[in-house]
C-alpha cells in the first residue's frame, strides 16, 4: 500500500467512525494544526482560548463533517491537509470575531480549555450532539482523560477542570482555598505539561 493509499483509507475509516482512524491523523496532524492556528491568532489575546483549543475544534468539527460524508471526494493527504488547515483557519478567524463583537466583553472572558465554534458557542458542550459518533465521542473523552492523568497532580487536575467549566482564576482560587497567583502558575504548568505533550 502506497502512502497516499493509507491516507485515503485513513479517511475512509474516519468516515466510518473508526477510532483508530481518528487516532492516527490526530497524532499526524494535530501539531501542525496547533501551528497554523497559533499563526493566525498572532497578537490575540489567549485567556478565553488558544491555539490548542482552536485546532481541537476544527479537529472535532471535521470528523463529524467526515461521518457525514461531507468530503466525498477527499482521497490523499494533500486535500487532507488543505481541509484541515482552511477548518482551522476559519475557526481562529470565528473566534477573533466572537472576541470582537460589540456585546462581549474580552476582558472579563476566561476559560483556557474552552472550545470555541462558528456559531459562538463555547466549553465542551459545544462539541456534543447528535452527529458526534461514539467512536469519536470516546475518543475525546479518552484524550481528556489522559491529559488530566498526565498531570501527576490531583490539584492540578482539580484546577484543569475548574478552569474547563469556565471558571475565572479568582473563582478557582476561591473553591480551592489558595491565592490567585497560585492558580496563574498551575495554569502555567498544566499549560507548558499540554504543549509538551503534543509535541513530542
Given at each position: 500500500m502506497t502512502?497516499?493509499?493509507?491516507?485515503?483509507?485513513?479517511?475512509?475509516?474516519?468516515?466510518?467512525?473508526?477510532?483508530?482512524?481518528?487516532?492516527a491523523i490526530w497524532d499526524a496532524y494535530f501539531p501542525r494544526?496547533?501551528?497554523?492556528?497559533?499563526?493566525?491568532?498572532?497578537?490575540?489575546?489567549?485567556?478565553d482560548a488558544d491555539e490548542e483549543d482552536v485546532a481541537l475544534s476544527a479537529f472535532a468539527s471535521?470528523?463529524?463533517?467526515?461521518?457525514?460524508?461531507?468530503?466525498?471526494?477527499?482521497?490523499?493527504?494533500?486535500?487532507?491537509?488543505?481541509?484541515l488547515s482552511e477548518m482551522t483557519r476559519r475557526k481562529a478567524v470565528d473566534l477573533i470575531r466572537h472576541r470582537n463583537c460589540a456585546k462581549r466583553d474580552v476582558k472579563r472572558t476566561v476559560g483556557e480549555s474552552k472550545f470555541i465554534?462558528?456559531?459562538?458557542?463555547?466549553?465542551?458542550?459545544?462539541?456534543?450532539?447528535?452527529?458526534?459518533?461514539p467512536a469519536l465521542s470516546l475518543y475525546l473523552q479518552e484524550e481528556a482523560r489522559n491529559r488530566l492523568q498526565?498531570?501527576?497532580?490531583?490539584?492540578?487536575?482539580?484546577l484543569a477542570i475548574?478552569?474547563?467549566?469556565?471558571?475565572?482564576?479568582?473563582?478557582v482560587a476561591d473553591q480551592m482555598?489558595?491565592?490567585?497567583a497560585t492558580i496563574e502558575r498551575g495554569t502555567?504548568?498544566?499549560?507548558?505539561?499540554?504543549?509538551?505533550?503534543?509535541?513530542?
Open positions: 502512502p497516499e493509499e493509507s491516507v485515503s483509507k485513513l479517511i475512509e475509516d474516519v468516515k466510518s467512525g473508526d477510532e483508530q482512524a481518528v487516532r494544526l496547533c501551528r497554523t492556528a497559533a499563526a493566525q491568532l498572532a497578537g490575540q489575546r489567549r485567556a471535521f470528523c463529524k463533517a467526515a461521518a457525514g460524508d461531507r468530503f466525498p471526494d477527499l482521497a490523499d493527504s494533500k486535500g487532507l491537509w488543505r481541509l465554534n462558528g456559531e459562538g458557542q463555547a466549553g465542551i458542550d459545544a462539541l456534543r450532539g447528535d452527529d458526534l459518533t498526565s498531570l501527576g497532580d490531583r490539584r492540578l487536575e482539580q475548574l478552569k474547563m467549566h469556565g471558571y475565572t482564576n479568582q473563582e482555598k489558595c491565592s490567585v502555567a504548568r498544566i499549560r507548558k505539561k499540554w504543549q509538551q505533550d503534543i509535541t513530542e
